[in-house]
């Protein structure tokens, strides 16, 4: 059952963010030439971590802390139970240098679990300790480890994409200021998070001949192929104070898709696109995996040399695990996926093996399988060739189709409960309901999938469904036309509050401005759902 309720305010006594203190932090982010201007020097001659603080992968005793510099230094991370900073512990972490352009992540062990936690990020001249830059400021919750506190997070995706960049006249990525003001636990960002493939253009003309205006930077006016574009990508998005203010209160849980290297990419892929001089696909992915790793705070270790594995666990207290998945890095080569037999699929033999014994060692309530592309939407690549899982055939299983059949099957029969997919990536929002009586495959237990996005980047039209696993679209908002800019259609993103007495879970659907399109309120206990 839907109904149109806003949602409950944050319960002050666990949710005790100073925001006085946490909008002075993002004022002193934005230091020198304006709040959407390169971050320029704290104090001269000494480090300055101007690009903002982020925390990511945050569980009950556990975190990761980034920050970025403008030249080497040591990285020191003071954590407290209060702003004052008067009783303090002191997190040792890596030299920044150039081989990580100049960035770098902390770990912190031993927090408290269901804590507000105040850090602080200083960075020291390594040659002189004594020398140091105004320290980078920020806070974030750990996870309970009683279930009665609950559970509310965030997820979208989709971040400078079409060309649509941060619009100064605007306010830049509004929408990341609205979900900071909700004031999560975390957010699950779903992939997308740059357009490496994107050229940002200093303005562009909309259909009603206002003028849409874009922060440049050499980096975004081609393609990104070298490692170094491709990190100035990543630092495009720390231009908007909107992002910085965001990431120094609210702990992220990031994954990849296509766009972190090129649209609708896949390993093995030779390139004939003239924009790019490199045509190896597994070369500029190996760059950007790197730029990925170096930019966001993730728990995951390096894998296939300078790669970095994404598919992991956050197991955030007794209510809630987050299934991460990569659904780009082991997949075969896009087709029109009819084939009848398919063991690599969109996961890999590998990680579909990881994720079934994951599922059955969870303990949580609630089994969030985070994917970076939907089940049952079909998205063309091509005249002919298929994207994600679905392929437009309405039958049995074929091509990937059958690795989600096997997985499906495998949560029924292991009698796995409260498993929810949740997704970005087709730039609209939606929620789907799969149940075995409306699909061709039937040996699964029903479930639902929800759709948020884009956070800031093109809207487009709604993509028809495939019936081989029986969705039905109970809820979607899409534009009617393609490439819709954030000026004429709203942003979007999801909320799931999971409440700690009941263990009922309710998704949100939101749009940009405060409005709630959609809800859903889901039982606790069941087989798939």
């Known amino acids: 059952m839907s109904h149109r309720t806003p949602a409950p305010a944050p319960d002050p006594a666990r949710r005790t963010v100073l925001r006085g203190s946490l909008a002075a932090s993002a004022a002193a982010l934005a230091v020198g030439g304006g709040a959407f201007a390169s971050p320029a020097l704290a104090l001269a001659g000494r480090p300055s971590a101007a690009w903002g603080v982020q925390v990511g992968d945050v569980t009950a005793h556990t975190g990761l802390v980034w920050v970025r510099s403008d030249r080497p230094a040591r990285m020191i991370v003071e954590t407290s139970a209060g702003e004052s900073f008067r009783r303090v512990r002191h997190h040792y972490g890596p030299l920044l240098g150039p081989e990580t352009d100049f960035t770098g992540t902390t770990a912190l062990r031993g927090l408290p679990a269901g804590e507000q936690i105040h850090y602080r990020v200083t960075l020291a001249d390594p040659d002189d300790p004594r020398r140091t830059g105004e320290p980078g400021t920020g806070t974030f919750r750990t996870a309970p480890e009683r279930r009665?506190?609950?559970?509310?997070?965030?997820?979208?995706?989709?971040?400078?994409?079409?060309?649509?960049?941060?619009?100064?006249?605007?306010?830049?990525?509004?929408?990341?200021?609205?979900?900071?003001?909700?004031?999560?636990?975390?957010?699950?960002?779903?992939?997308?998070?740059?357009?490496?493939?994107?050229?940002?253009?200093?303005?562009?003309?909309?259909?009603?001949?206002?003028?849409?205006?874009?922060?440049?930077?050499?980096?975004?006016?081609?393609?990104?192929?070298?490692?170094?574009?491709?990190?100035?990508?990543?630092?495009?998005?720390?231009?908007?104070?909107?992002?910085?203010?965001?990431?120094?209160?609210?702990?992220?849980?990031?994954?990849?898709?296509?766009?972190?290297?090129?649209?609708?990419?896949?390993?093995?892929?030779?390139?004939?696109?003239?924009?790019?001089?490199?045509?190896?696909?597994?070369?500029?992915?190996?760059?950007?995996?790197?730029?990925?790793?170096?930019?966001?705070?993730?728990?995951?270790?390096?894998?296939?040399?300078?790669?970095?594995?994404?598919?992991?666990?956050?197991?955030?207290?007794?209510?809630?695990?987050?299934?991460?998945?990569?659904?780009?890095?082991?997949?075969?080569?896009?087709?029109?996926?009819?084939?009848?037999?398919?063991?690599?699929?969109?996961?890999?033999?590998?990680?579909?093996?990881?994720?079934?014994?994951?599922?059955?060692?969870?303990?949580?309530?609630?089994?969030?399988?985070?994917?970076?592309?939907?089940?049952?939407?079909?998205?063309?690549?091509?005249?002919?060739?298929?994207?994600?899982?679905?392929?437009?055939?309405?039958?049995?299983?074929?091509?990937?189709?059958?690795?989600?059949?096997?997985?499906?099957?495998?949560?029924?029969?292991?009698?796995?409960?409260?498993?929810?997919?949740?997704?970005?990536?087709?730039?609209?929002?939606?929620?789907?309901?799969?149940a075995p009586e409306r699909a061709a495959f039937q040996d699964f237990a029903p479930f639902w999938e929800f759709v948020s996005g884009p956070l800031a980047a093109g809207g487009f039209p709604a993509n028809r469904l495939d019936a081989t696993f029986g969705p039905e679209r109970v809820f979607v908002r899409a534009p009617e036309r393609a490439n819709v800019s954030p000026m004429e259609s709203p942003q979007y993103f999801g909320e799931v509050d999971i409440d700690g007495d009941s263990g009922e879970l309710t998704v949100r659907l939101r749009a940009e401005g405060g409005t709630v399109l959609f809800t859903q309120v889901l039982q606790p206990g069941r087989v798939g759902q």
């Not at 357009?195 to 980096?219: F, H, K």
Request: proline share 5%.
């Open 148 to 434: 009665r506190d609950g559970v509310r997070f965030l997820w979208s995706g989709d971040i400078a994409g079409q060309g649509w960049g941060i619009n100064p006249d605007i306010g830049g990525f509004r929408a990341y200021e609205e979900m900071r003001r909700l004031d999560p636990d975390f957010f699950l960002c779903s992939g997308d998070t740059i357009y490496a493939d994107g050229v940002i253009q200093p303005s562009v003309t909309l259909p009603d001949g206002r003028i849409w205006r874009n922060v440049t930077t050499p980096e975004k006016s081609k393609v990104a192929e070298t490692l170094d574009e491709y990190r100035g990508n990543f630092r495009y998005n720390l231009l908007d104070h909107n992002v910085r203010a965001f990431n120094a209160q609210v702990p992220s849980i990031v994954q990849w898709d296509d766009h972190e290297v090129r649209n609708n990419w896949y390993p093995g892929q030779i390139l004939d696109d003239p924009r790019y001089t490199e045509k190896d696909v597994d070369v500029l992915a190996a760059r950007a995996s790197r730029a990925f790793g170096e930019y966001f705070p993730v728990s995951t270790p390096h894998a296939r040399g300078t790669g970095r594995r994404m598919h992991r666990v956050v197991r955030y207290g007794p209510l809630l695990d987050v299934f991460v998945l990569d659904m780009r890095s082991y997949r075969n080569a896009n087709s029109p996926g009819r084939q009848a037999d398919d063991t690599t699929g969109i996961l890999g033999a590998e990680q579909l093996e990881w994720l079934k014994r994951e599922l059955s060692r969870s303990r949580a309530v609630w089994k969030v399988l985070a994917a970076d592309m939907p089940l049952g939407l079909v998205v063309t690549d091509g005249a002919t060739d298929f994207e994600a899982v679905a392929q437009g055939d309405p039958g049995a299983p074929l091509g990937r189709e059958l690795q989600i059949a096997e997985l499906l099957r495998f949560v029924k029969h292991r009698r796995i409960t409260g498993t929810l997919w949740l997704t970005a990536d087709v730039h609209y929002t939606s929620a789907q309901h799969y």
